[in-house]
């Protein structure tokens, strides 16, 4: 079977150690356990604890914060042990590469020191609540407003398709906070929800796939916030988030490549077991070279993926490379995941079979960070 989990050129030492005992947590801890995840719509707080303690959440924070003072790509393995996994039900990719990175990259040391250690250890999980009922990935027509009044903000609005809604303790919530304005009235404010007058969870949306990842609409009226919670200054948000969105971008395409490779390797044991008319599915052309295209893709789009790894790492990924990295991977890994189920045949089709839960989680990757129609009007700016 060809090697589709190579060292990677961005892994050192420390990671492949951190990988190894991250795959063997998931495995004994996560995997048996995402069955009643999915059920319950919801992963239980006392994994995100466990994890925390074992420095499997933020692991690229600084020490003083909680973390282990790691670079992303830590934060990578994780995203990829996951797609191995096949568990989409952890939120860590909301919580630590974007919520707890907007803390770290704006937020002062006092409000450093408040919110990261907590979600370093998993005493608090993060989320982030960008997307409203009338507009996802036009972020400038936001409409939640956050109205200074004295020595608080006063916060009314709604979010949807928020990740970690109903377990979320800290959420970093963009805001307008002057709606005259347009993008340059957005503001980033992080929200304590525990005992918040006025805040409100919604209903757990239920979704076509990701069934264990709870997804939730937030509500707030005339929630009072200290001013000592807004992220660096007001009318900052929009840039903050274009800044920010690269890496949550990366963070998908690796969760799509590694869900990728993992596909080609259940569905290759799948065909050389398979009988169909005295012969396995392996032996027919159609499905040697079906598989030759998945294998293909997957090992193009891998060698991009770790340049854009490298990049980030080193400071330098650019919004176009990341636009194109979740783009290109997101499609890639449904085109894929189609392939692959056919060739499972009806089994595919049956939820107990890890092929159909990984079609169906996948759908929702070409949609959210930004819908891969966005990222190819930002990689056509690029060519103006």
């Given at each position: ?51 925390g ?12 914060y909680?973390g ?13 042990e ?103 009235g ?66 998908i ?11 080609i ?54 919004t ?13 890994q ?50 103006r």
């Amino acid at each position: 079977m060809y090697d589709l989990r190579s060292r990677r050129s961005w892994e050192n030492d420390d990671a492949v150690q951190f990988r190894d005992s991250l795959r063997r947590f998931l495995a004994t801890e996560a995997v048996p356990r995402d069955p009643t995840w999915r059920e319950q719509k919801r992963v239980d707080r006392d994994f995100w604890r466990q994890a925390g303690e074992l420095g499997f959440l933020c692991p690229s924070l600084p020490v003083e914060y909680g973390g282990s003072d790691t670079n992303f790509s830590f934060e990578a393995v994780i995203e990829e042990e996951l797609g191995y996994a096949g568990i989409t039900s952890f939120g860590h990719a909301v919580h630590g590469p974007i919520a707890a990175h907007y803390i770290l990259r704006y937020g002062t040391p006092e409000q450093c020191l408040r919110w990261l250690p907590g979600m370093a250890s998993g005493e608090l999980i993060g989320a982030i609540g960008m997307t409203e009922p009338g507009g996802g990935s036009d972020l400038q027509a936001i409409r939640t407003t956050a109205r200074r009044t004295g020595d608080r903000y006063v916060i009314n609005g709604s979010k949807t398709f928020i990740t970690n809604g109903q377990n979320a303790d800290v959420i970093v919530l963009a805001v307008k906070t002057d709606p005259s304005q347009g993008a340059r009235g957005v503001s980033m404010i992080v929200l304590e929800t525990n005992d918040l007058a006025g805040f409100r969870r919604g209903r757990n949306l239920h979704k076509i796939g990701m069934h264990g990842s709870d997804t939730a609409e937030l509500f707030f009226d005339d929630v009072r916030v200290p001013i000592g919670n807004l992220l660096g200054e007001e009318g900052q948000g929009f840039i903050q988030m274009m800044e920010s969105l690269p890496q949550e971008r990366l963070a998908i395409a690796l969760g799509a490549q590694a869900t990728m490779e993992r596909a080609i390797e259940i569905t290759v044991e799948y065909v050389n077991e398979r009988q169909a008319f005295r012969q396995t599915l392996m032996d027919f052309q159609n499905t040697r070279f079906q598989l030759a295209e998945c294998l293909s893709n997957a090992c193009v789009n891998r060698a991009f993926i770790d340049q854009c790894v490298t990049q980030h790492v080193s400071g330098g990924l650019s919004t176009v490379d990341a636009s194109i990295a979740k783009a290109w991977s997101t499609d890639r890994q449904c085109e894929v995941l189609d392939k692959c189920l056919q060739l499972h045949g009806g089994y595919g089709f049956m939820e107990e079979y890890p092929i159909a839960r990984m079609y169906a989680d996948a759908r929702v990757q070409r949609i959210y960070g930004g819908a891969n129609e966005i990222m190819k009007e930002l990689i056509a700016r690029a060519l103006r």
